[in-house]
Each structure stands twice: as C-alpha cells, then as structure tokens.
T-cell receptor, first 116, second 114 residues
C-alpha cells in the first residue's frame, strides 16, 4: 500500500491566489515527520517545510503553511499569494521514526501551474 | 558554499555497459541516499548509507551498487544488470537519519541508454 498519496496529478492557480496541495499518509508509527519539497523544471529538490507528528501547531515558512490533521492523516500544503515562480512539481514525503530507519518516502507529486 | 554536487548532469550509456554517477557533499552529513525518478513518479530509494563503510539496500536496489569509502562521497554504479536504467537520479544527504531531519539534494543526473 502507498504510504504517501497525492491525489492531484496537476493543479492550476491564478497568480496571487492561494492554493492547497493535498497529501495523505499511512503509518502505524507514533513518531514521524512530514516534509514538502518543490522540484522546478531544472530538477533539483528544494525543501519547503516540515511538520513533526508531535507538533501541535501547524508549520509555517513564509508563504508556505502545512495544514496538519493528524486524525485524518493528512498534511496539505497551502501556498498563499501564488507567484509565477511557484510553477513546479511538489512532493510530499514522510520519515518514520521507528524500525524503517527513517528513510524519506515520497508521494508521486502534484504539478502546479500558476497562470498570470 | 556547502552543498551536494552530482556529476555528470547528463550521461549516456550503451547497452551492456556499467556507468558510475558521482555524488559529493561538503555538508559533513552522516547519511547519504540515492533515489531514482521516472516520469510521473515520485522518488524511489535505491541505496542509503548512514555511516562510512556501511550501506543498505532501498526499495529498488537490483542492478545497482554503491560504496561509501569517504564521508563526503557516495558514488552509484548502474550495472548492466539494470534492465531499464533510463531515469533521473538524485543524490541526497542529511545530517543523520532522524525523523525531523530534512534531506538536501543534488542537481541530479539524467541517464539515457542509447
């Protein structure tokens, strides 16, 4: 079974509007971390934001925030005030804290296109 | 500047050849990883290493080999046993393998079989 599910292969958003990228995860561990990465067309993976399973507050980093709903096992990324440079692939990832040695497991990604 | 350097950026391999992808980091990170990315897919883990002279298979290790003789370096060899090697390969590192540590990535190597 997939551990990270991103159900939106592609998304469009108008410049300056907010957009939410969905991510659900599956784990039986109590300790885990959730990450979002951005991959522009150049290929490198850029770390955006992190949420720990014990964190009570939703993580925020500038225009990025993570809507963490632990009971629903969801960790959606919210980008406010979209910019043209936000057009990229976005990947949700998880590290479990238990016996899986903490490797990063990735979803299949969402391609975001920002329209002027 | 600290970071991860992958080389080459583009690599072409003939059928039956082994090729080696380079990955060097100057971040003083203990853990290093190799991922494979195919179009429309997420990243899949090939091998990882938590410490020098030790490495473990990931989800898709068949047809690949690695070494970790130095902390800074984690080269990946794509052997002739890998039947479908055309893909984008990403190397990453993290300070250690804890649940709260982000991984830093290189620019990637695009391998094509010709």
């Amino acid at each position: 079974a997939q551990k990270i599910t991103q159900t939106q292969p592609g998304m469009f958003v108008q410049e300056k509007e907010a957009v939410t990228l969905d991510c659900t995860y599956d784990t039986s561990d109590q300790s885990y971390g959730l990450f979002w990465y951005k991959q522009p067309s150049s290929g490198e993976m850029i770390f955006l934001i992190y949420q720990g399973s014990y964190d009570e507050q939703n993580a925020t980093e500038g225009r990025y925030s993570l809507n963490f709903q632990k009971a629903r096992k969801s960790a959606n990324l919210v980008i406010s005030a979209s910019q043209l440079g936000d057009s990229a692939m976005y990947f949700c990832a998880m590290r479990e804290g238990g016996g899986s040695q903490g490797n990063l497991i990735f979803g299949k990604g969402t391609k975001l296109s920002v329209k002027p | 500047d600290g970071g991860i350097t992958q080389s080459p950026k583009y690599l072409f391999r003939k059928e039956g050849q082994n090729v080696t992808l380079s990955c060097e980091q100057n971040l003083n990170h203990d853990a290093m990883y190799w991922y494979r990315q195919d179009p429309g897919q997420g990243l899949r883990l090939i091998y990882y290493s938590q410490i020098v002279n030790d490495f473990q298979k990931g989800d898709i290790a068949e047809g690949y080999s690695v070494s970790r003789e130095k902390k800074e370096s984690f080269p990946l060899t794509v052997t002739s046993a890998q039947k479908n090697p055309t893909a984008f390969y990403l190397c990453a590192s993290s300070i250690y393998q804890g649940m709260n540590t982000e991984a830093f990535f290189g620019q990637g190597t695009r391998l094509t079989v010709v």
